[in-house]
């Protein structure tokens, strides 16, 4: 494709989704939208994606989307169990494929920087056809379905609280989080005779869960008693008394239980990608030491630009790689890849960010309920996300498991994007905390320091009082 399409490209509607990242984890995840075709027949085309500073935006095209979407609820509609039928499939995947973390990390040690090479080429392909793989049909399903089952709630009840209250309702996955398990087993800390036994296991299990798109982060002893002190109650979700003259339909509760069992399938991937994650820097970090590159600059690599002769002189590129970490536009397809050259990225980006709305008032969707005023903290990044204070409100483009220390701090969750298999939204769910998801212009409007009302039931934000 050619930088006059691609400028035409960026001018079509576009479903975005933000978070920390790095170019060479989001492109090995990011590049299954194209190889998922093999397993269901389904292919995103093409997707641009912005990086500014280990800060991720990612755009898909929304007319694909909606209809790779439109076009599996009416699959699943004939063939109910088709969900599961590829979950089946995800998870023989994973089981013959996944890589072994311990052994990885003793075979590297031994490996030339040719033995490296290829080793790190697998790991991003597993985690491309593997980790990530069939599931990132995820992405279309929920954005379609969920659009489909709020506008069933919405014909049954104008009170905003109540349809709040459906939604929690009829949504909430009966399967345990992996981050909710993790809470499980650091409460356990509390009454423990040996604690440090007990830490080493949680280590040994969820080894991942700290880990990011932008690369590995360790969980350590102090962040675990650290999570641990800040436990929150991790009871099962209000199982919400509706008045007798709502009446569910059936098919409202089949396409319920399909969102709710994707909310499931969601969270197994994202398990798994951060598992995926943990391998890749395992071999980064050995490259780096072998060639006293920083590793920021390697995740700053393309999987297409991965040779070894790249890594044989990967110094010569140490510029470049400071340059593009700055900031970057990489727009790929089925069959292409490019790095939008510097004198058109000022053009692409005002392309992609067409929605703006200067406002002190947002509506979204109530993803659980109540109601919080606070001092809004708006984290767009790791270093934001650690200075997070109890009793604030949290607002960000999308949370993941990297923000789940700040959430347990928070009084309340505003996101701009996401739906009801959402990050922000499970854990809001577990931690009972309000929430209110896809404001889509909340990072645009409240500033950190901004004295902010969130009245979850209502799907409603105001900022009260903004800071000087």
Request: glycine fraction near 4%.
């Amino acid at each position: 494709m050619n930088i006059k399409k691609i400028l035409q490209a960026a001018k079509v509607k576009r479903f975005k989704q933000a978070a920390p990242g790095s170019p060479i984890i989001i492109n090995s995840t990011g590049r299954s939208a194209f190889f998922m075709e093999k397993y269901h027949g389904y292919n995103y085309k093409e997707i641009f994606l912005v990086f500014t500073d280990d800060y991720l935006e990612g755009y898909y095209n929304q007319e694909i989307l909606e209809k790779i979407g439109e076009d599996i609820l009416e699959k699943c509609e004939k063939d109910p169990d088709l969900l599961k039928k590829w979950f089946d499939q995800y998870f023989k995947n994973v089981e013959e494929n996944q890589i072994n973390k311990n052994e990885l990390e003793e075979s590297v040690k031994l490996q030339s920087l040719n033995e490296l090479t290829k080793t790190l080429l697998n790991t991003l392909k597993v985690q491309e056809e593997v980790y990530m793989g069939l599931a990132h049909f995820i992405e279309s399903f929920a954005l379609v379905s969920e659009k489909r089952l709020l506008a069933q709630i919405n014909g049954l009840t104008t009170n905003k609280k109540l349809q709040g209250m459906i939604l929690s309702k009829i949504t909430t996955s009966k399967q345990k989080s992996f981050l909710r398990e993790y809470e499980e087993e650091i409460s356990k800390l509390k009454n423990s005779s040996n604690k440090d036994e007990l830490i080493q296991k949680i280590q040994d299990k969820f080894y991942y869960i700290k880990n990011t798109y932008t690369g590995r982060r360790e969980l350590t002893k102090k962040e675990i008693i650290t999570d641990a002190n800040h436990q929150k109650s991790i009871d099962a979700e209000e199982d919400y008394i509706l008045p007798n003259d709502v009446v569910i339909s059936v098919q409202t509760k089949e396409l319920a239980k399909l969102i709710s069992f994707v909310t499931y399938f969601q969270d197994v991937r994202k398990k798994n990608t951060l598992k995926g994650i943990e391998c890749i820097e395992i071999v980064l970090e050995e490259i780096s030491k072998k060639t006293n590159m920083q590793i920021g600059l390697l995740r700053q690599l393309l999987p297409s630009e991965i040779s070894e002769e790249t890594i044989l002189n990967i110094k010569e590129k140490e510029v470049l790689l400071e340059k593009r970490k700055k900031k970057c536009i990489i727009h790929f397809s089925t069959d292409s890849e490019i790095i939008i050259p510097s004198e058109y990225i000022k053009t692409i980006e005002k392309s992609l960010n067409t929605e703006s709305k200067k406002t002190d008032t947002l509506q979204g969707t109530a993803a659980a309920l109540g109601h919080a005023i606070g001092v809004a903290r708006v984290c767009s990044s790791l270093k934001e996300i650690d200075e997070f204070q109890e009793g604030e409100v949290l607002v960000a483009s999308m949370t993941r498991p990297e923000y789940l220390l700040a959430m347990k701090k928070a009084v309340a969750f505003v996101t701009d994007e996401g739906g009801l298999t959402c990050h922000a939204a499970i854990v809001a769910r577990e931690l009972k905390k309000p929430c209110v998801i896809g404001t889509k212009f909340a990072t645009q409007n409240i500033k950190t320091g901004d004295l902010v009302e969130v009245k979850a039931d209502h799907g409603f934000v105001k900022i009260l009082k903004k800071v000087k």
